[in-house]
């Protein structure tokens, strides 16, 4: 029998106790052996819960149980995670995890950890909830040079978008609406201003590119200056509004960014709605490829931490998690990465679009109903030259970058 | 360093030596190991072609050297490469094959072979091409039984019904144009008539399920049926259609189908475009997720080959392929399947329509400005209901199934 410690019974933590309850028959033939919950530490006490008796407040029961081989956590938070987790990697046991924070901070150190000792340090939860991805690009595209991976990380910001877009509502509306829906939180700063999917991207290039990516070395936009009527130029345009977050290689560097994108229909990322993530990866020689489901939630997001407990029990003294190095990898400077804009200015299409032409060279203009403005897209400019281009007008609204 | 052989220098083939080329530096660091094509086996020659100096006409060749540890099969078909594979394998090689018709028929015997000897049989490439289905089905998603998988598994057929869909033409203009173009054979029928799909879902249908597939026992319905007339009602209706190969588990048994399908926007695999592919997959805490990618084409294929030839050189002496066993697997009957139908009638919808009521039960009617018929769809019936309400008129055009 394996036994299991799980530290942390919130949300995910409950969802694993369920997931290897409900499943216990295929997870058990799967690992070839019975994997057993031990203890599940929280600092609650849960009465009547069927967890009571296996609860512990006491993390040095656990590290110091040499019968609990895995342990799971899924207490969000870098500290006492990051602790916990180290001794547990110390005290000779696997970690699994679906703790973003903590692994884009501290994930090539627990991994060298995890190397050194044969054990695994598993985060496939981390990014994407429930879709495979870790996995995948560790085993799967190994065939490939990555070039770029860019995702829908966020379900709360595409659920808000979503909403915008199919109903026409300004940005504070459908705030309130992902709030009381609970998709989003009281504070939802780390959803809206896109720091929840830089961390997640900032794992996926770690991961692809074998070093350490610092997330606050990552360009980061959030959606909270997306308007109704930034949506109706994008219905214009037959595009969609999304936040991306976004690694491509150009000229042998790695480019990263988070920022609302305008997309076209042909892109795969065009059509994932409401609170759905997706990954696109291009390889250069499987070309494109997508991976799409449930980016949150209880179960999905169980169901990835369970597969990595199944993952390290088959492989209690082998290690088999792809990994990074601590090395910091230099991201390209972000004044030079190169899109289309898509640009709202003041005043009138017949009068003014020609000064915007002069400044920003060929145009091309987009109405859509909306008074005392236009709007306009710009051939490809580095970010940089945007930057100089738009600082010599003060008819600009908003700007937001364009995608395939 | 690692010697392989590549059986088949045709399409795949060559793709496979370009992707160990273009890719060397990357593949070797992922092994551990320089990874080396010593023989390329075709009947033909190819002067001048760089791998002139490897070719060899002899299979004993291969199967007689110690040195060859990894064994590519992509020549197709199931005779000689079943007897080609097993001998690889008896001979303690490990087989990477696209072979989708050898998998569906001889795989669980090839598996278990390789698994008594501590090697692997590996087949990513065998479904899906490009798109990684196999190993996440092996090795992510674990911790969930899995519902539902239903694919858009052929990239000729998905080509032709986007193209008939966007262009308004009829099924001959479409093959002709698909045939120019090189996604479909001069005799199309195992693309056209489903029959490749029909393989490719008894794969997943074998891998999910643990037992053998047999893929005679899957109904299976081309969509050479499909004209211009059911794009334009599907159009009216908001729906693509797509030929869907699908496997769903019903009160504990699985039901497998291949046939054209009306499916909603909302379905994931409703924008899968062209000669994508793209696989749907349900898990019971998973939720729903998908896989898109190139489902064929010389290097996509090759990426998923070769990454079955670095996992396999990462394991020479470990079994870690999934299988599954050759207890042959029974289907539920295809006349319990349910789902709702469109159905095109002769006659005018107001005078009709009733009649029709009376024979499906309640029908909503759909007209799409074709002369002399009118469509409708009803409630959910079995096959066994339909075919024998439908055999009481003579009305009926055509009918299609409805998904989601």
């Not at 770690?206 to 990516?213: E, N, Y």
């Amino acid at each position: 029998m394996i036994q299991v410690a799980v530290m942390g019974y919130g949300t995910v933590g409950s969802g694993v106790v369920e997931v290897l309850n409900t499943n216990q028959a295929s997870i058990n033939k799967r690992v070839g052996e019975d994997v057993n919950i031990k203890y599940v530490l929280d600092l609650r006490d849960f009465p009547g819960d069927p967890v009571e008796s296996k609860l512990v407040h006491d993390f040095e029961t656990i590290v110091n149980d040499p019968e609990v081989r895995i342990v799971v956590e899924v207490m969000g938070g870098v500290e006492p995670a990051y602790t916990f987790s180290k001794r547990c990697l110390e005290a000779g046991k696997s970690v699994c995890t679906s703790n973003k924070e903590l692994v884009a901070r501290h994930g090539a150190e627990l991994m060298e950890i995890a190397r050194s000792k044969n054990l695994n340090y598993l985060f496939e939860a981390s990014v994407g909830g429930g879709i495979p991805i870790i996995r995948p690009l560790n085993s799967s595209l190994t065939a490939d040079e990555i070039e770029e991976i860019t995702g829908i990380l966020n379900g709360t910001t595409n659920y808000m978008l979503s909403k915008m877009t199919h109903e026409g509502l300004d940005f504070d509306s459908v705030l309130k609406d992902a709030q009381q829906k609970g998709y989003a939180e009281l504070h939802p700063e780390a959803d809206i201003e896109g720091y929840d999917a830089c961390r997640k991207i900032a794992i996926l290039t770690s991961l692809v590119s074998g070093q350490q990516v610092d997330y606050e070395d990552i360009y980061t936009e959030g959606i909270t200056k997306i308007t109704a009527e930034d949506i109706q130029y994008a219905k214009k345009l037959g595009r969609a509004v999304k936040l991306l977050a976004s690694s491509k290689k150009v000229d042998g560097r790695f480019c990263a960014m988070v920022a609302p994108f305008l997309i076209g229909e042909q892109h795969p990322l065009y059509s994932v709605e409401g609170v759905f993530n997706a990954i696109f990866v291009r390889g250069n020689v499987l070309g494109d490829a997508m991976f799409y489901g449930s980016g949150a939630g209880k179960l999905p997001t169980a169901s990835a931490v369970v597969a990595d407990v199944v993952d390290a029990a088959k492989h209690l003294e082998e290690s088999v998690m792809g990994y990074w190095t601590s090395q910091k990898l230099e991201l390209s400077k972000i004044s030079s990465a190169r899109s289309r804009f898509f640009v709202r200015a003041r005043g009138d299409a017949g009068k003014d679009a020609p000064a915007m032409s002069e400044l920003f060279g060929p145009v091309e203009v987009v109405t859509a109903d909306v008074a005392g403005e236009f709007g306009f897209v710009t051939d490809v400019l580095t970010e940089e030259e945007f930057a100089a281009r738009a600082a010599k007008t003060e008819t600009i609204i908003n700007r937001i970058r364009m995608e395939g």
